[in-house]
């Protein structure tokens, strides 16, 4: 053989362990390196670390697969990574998770998976910003093997794992056993538990967006101005709107029934107060068979131009209905409680029945009928599922408060939904403070009045 080329050969073969992972097929296995102190971006999208010449961004997490078909075809247990590709991979298991970065991004930015060291440094900044996504899921704990690869098809432990492979709808990364069989199959002896995936790309540290730690005031100020306040003001027009309603009915309907006989006053006692033994939901559904649009009154609305079901409208009727029988027991109890024989000694005295209504009843009775009012405004403005039934849920005509409490919770906006309960419990303490203490300064007026 050539002398100089049996040379080149030995030369090869003795600088093959510094050649740079890109070029090896191999993959390292590291856990993490102490070391480094990761920096977090407050959004959670991005990772950098003091003398580590790149970064990672747009980080997405996937807390599962899937074993669905891709293209019309099985190609192994799935993560869907979008439209495009991602430099980092990380497909976490309950034993080892294994770790991918794109060959041409590793040698962009001098990352060298064959050296311990450079795939310790990549593995530590992946585990800070995938547990700081964690949300609750699981996390990667410092002591689980990472094994880091360039290779696009790696095999490990059984398993083959194929990143950034192109699909009809865009990327995906897949895993199958060594025969291409379903991973997750319990049957199989090579099967194993998928913990989540992760993925990112690769940027110079000086490109990455590492947003600060904002302060606790910037933000409450952020939070603030992005929240859709149209609930307060639907809650606050049909609050304000039905208990105008709720507080004239209910003063009528109990001087009705004390004007009755008995028998008569029993019936209609029962129909008042029904609404307030029935569940929300029933009343909302009766409403809405008595005024739905196939209905003879609901399409006479229709006619003259007022649809009520599913508008403004019906959130003041479903507050007014199950929210009446409050004001209506409150005044009849109030005016039951009154002495007849001072009524009967105004009327001796010539007054009127509207005069002794609003010069005597209705003040003497004052307090109990605060207290209904009170009572009346708060089961309005808590007023939930007959809302929902007869005026359903649109954002500015329909959406009062309890019901944006309850689609924020189900949509995982947990803390607007809160936002939402804070606001209510300290707007209706205010009111009712107000009205008792109203109430009471007019009770102590009255008296003083009638002392004089």
Same mark, same amino acid.
């Given at each position: ?14 600088a093959w362990p510094a050649l ?18 990761? *920096? ?25 697969? @899937? ?8 190609? &192994? ?11 980092? @991979? ?54 689980? +093997? ?12 059984? %398993? ?22 379903? +991973?997750?199959?319990?049957?199989? @002896? ?23 730690? +904002? ?9 603030? @101005? ?9 809650? =606050?027009?049909?609050? =304000? ?7 004239? %009915? &209910? ?6 029934? %004390? ?13 008042? *107060?029904?609404?307030?033994? /029935?569940?929300?939901?029933?009343? &909302? ?5 008595? /005024?739905?649009?196939?209905?003879? %009154? ?12 599913f508008s403004w409208p019906a ?27 001072? =009524? ?9 029945? &509207?005069?002794?209504?609003?010069? =005597?009843?209705? +003040? ?49 906006? *947990? ?38």
């Amino acid at each position: 053989m050539n002398l100089k080329l049996l040379v080149a050969l030995l030369a090869l073969v003795l600088a093959w362990p510094a050649l740079p992972a890109w070029a090896d097929a191999a993959a390292t296995s590291v856990t993490g390196d102490a070391n480094i102190q990761a *920096t977090i971006s407050s959004d959670n999208q991005a990772v950098a670390a003091e003398g580590v010449s790149y970064a990672l961004s747009g980080f997405k997490r996937a807390q599962a697969g @899937s074993n669905r078909d891709v293209d019309g075809s099985y190609k &192994g247990y799935g993560y869907f990574l979008g439209t495009g590709r991602y430099d980092v @991979s990380l497909i976490a298991t309950d034993d080892f998770a294994v770790l991918y970065i794109d060959p041409d991004a590793a040698q962009r930015f001098g990352i060298d998976p064959g050296a311990a060291a450079s795939a310790s440094e990549l593995a530590t900044l992946v585990r800070a910003i995938d547990n700081a996504n964690a949300s609750g899921g699981a996390q990667l704990d410092e002591s689980l +093997p990472v094994y880091v690869t360039t290779d696009a098809t790696f095999a490990c432990q059984g %398993l083959t794992f194929r990143f950034n492979v192109q699909g009809d709808k865009g990327c995906y990364d897949f895993v199958t056993t060594e025969d291409g069989a379903d +991973p997750t199959d319990g049957a199989n @002896s090579q099967a194993v538990r998928f913990i989540h995936g992760a993925f990112a790309q690769v940027v110079d540290a000086h490109e990455a967006n590492i947003l600060a730690e +904002p302060s606790l005031l910037d933000q409450l100020t952020t939070f603030l @101005s992005h929240i859709d306040y149209s609930p307060l003001w639907v809650t =606050l027009k049909t609050t =304000l709107t039905s208990i105008v309603f709720i507080f004239i %009915l &209910g003063l009528a309907a109990a001087y009705f029934t %004390l004007r009755i006989s008995p028998r008569a006053r029993d019936i209609f006692d029962a129909i008042f *107060t029904i609404p307030m033994v /029935l569940p929300p939901t029933v009343c &909302g559904f009766l409403l809405l068979l008595a /005024l739905g649009n196939n209905t003879a %009154l609901g399409r006479w609305f229709i006619d003259i131009g007022f649809p009520l079901i599913f508008s403004w409208p019906a959130t003041v009727i479903a507050a007014v209905v199950v929210a009446f029988p409050l004001m209506y027991r409150s005044a009849r109890g109030a005016f039951e409680a009154l002495d007849p024989n001072m =009524l009967d000694a105004a009327r001796t005295l010539g007054w009127s029945n &509207g005069r002794i209504f609003f010069k =005597l009843m209705l +003040p003497l009775a004052w307090t109990n009928i605060a207290s209904g009012t009170v009572l009346a405004f708060a089961r309005a403005l808590g007023e939930f599922g007959a809302t929902l039934f007869l005026a359903g849920n649109y954002l500015g005509v329909t959406r009062t408060i309890p019901i944006a409490i309850y689609f924020e919770w189900m949509n995982g906006n *947990t803390d607007i939904a809160i936002f939402w309960t804070i606001v209510i419990l300290i707007f209706s303490f205010i009111v009712i403070l107000f009205i008792n203490l109203w109430g009471r300064r007019t009770t102590r007026y009255k008296q003083g009045a009638v002392e004089e």
